[in-house]
């Protein structure tokens, strides 16, 4: 897969919902009713982090969830990426990107959204194909404001930013032009998910997927 067929793809999934929930599960018996919430609530693109020993399980759980489409977050390496989509993963999503790491995903056939919070960096990627993009941390990297800054000189990107996002500030990211869809954690809450509170994250997923962009 080429970058550019790679952001082609990527492209569709960040249009799928204005939030993709980026998920820590830690117990892949969860995986399934809390990917069904996620799905029901109108959030349909998934991405589980592999910061868990149970990730590459949980992915495989989800995956199985009519109507979802699940990703790997937190792509590292090359055999992060071989093992996230031997798991299912139909996208991958890393905190920045290195040559053996979108090296592996094209050889693999795996989406990325590869992560860029500086002018240079973006021109990199963009460089080498990357029209989608993740800004990334978003927060802590100047927020809406730095990402609206970036999108004057490039505004051939697109973006999913993630990182420090929640209800409060998502508006922020969503109202700008080169901004498909927002990452954020607060739509799957720790506490609900420990409670099996399902109905809960349903709703809160349902007030993100209502969200206008």
Request: hydrophobic fraction near 45%; charge should be negative; charged fraction near 20%.
């Amino acid at each position: 897969m080429t970058p550019e067929v790679a952001s082609v793809e990527a492209r569709k999934i960040c249009k799928l919902a204005p939030v993709v929930p980026v998920l820590v599960v830690e117990d892949a018996s969860t995986a399934a009713d809390l990917a069904r919430a996620l799905v029901a609530g109108g959030l349909p693109a998934l991405e589980v982090t592999l910061r868990t020993a149970s990730a590459l399980d949980v992915i495989r759980e989800m995956s199985q969830v009519e109507g979802g489409v699940v990703g790997a977050g937190t792509l590292l390496t090359a055999e992060d990426v071989e093992k996230a989509k031997e798991a299912g993963a139909k996208f991958g999503v890393a905190p920045g990107a290195t040559d053996k790491l979108l090296d592996a995903c094209e050889a693999n056939d795996l989406p990325l959204l590869p992560g860029a919070s500086t002018a240079s960096e973006v021109m990199r990627l963009l460089e080498r194909g990357y029209t989608v993009q993740k800004f990334f941390p978003a927060e802590a990297n100047g927020g809406a404001p730095a990402l609206k800054a970036i999108g004057a000189p490039l505004p051939q990107v697109n973006f999913c930013p993630t990182g420090g996002i929640s209800m409060k500030n998502v508006g922020d990211y969503l109202s700008l032009s080169n901004v498909l869809c927002c990452g954020g954690s607060w739509v799957a809450p720790k506490d609900l998910v420990n409670a099996g509170d399902w109905a809960g994250i349903e709703a809160l997923a349902k007030e993100a997927a209502a969200l206008p962009r």
